[in-house]
């Protein structure tokens, strides 16, 4: 029993750390579009100057 529930307990950190990575990626990856969003409206002002 105890290597039952071992097993699942490294199953789970495995999974928990595999979400923590994903979440880390995407906390990124929305950081990069938000920067490029950021610089395609400061490039759309300053061509409704123009």
Do not use: G, P, S, W
Not at 9 to 29: C, F, G, Q, W
Request: charged share 45%; net charge negative; aromatic share 8%.
């Amino acid at each position: 029993m105890f290597f039952i529930v071992f097993d699942l307990y490294l199953k789970i950190d495995r999974t928990e750390r595999e979400i923590t990575e994903l979440t880390r990626k995407v906390a990124i990856e929305l950081e990069e579009i938000n920067e490029r969003l950021k610089a395609l409206e400061e490039k759309v002002k300053v061509e409704e100057r123009h």
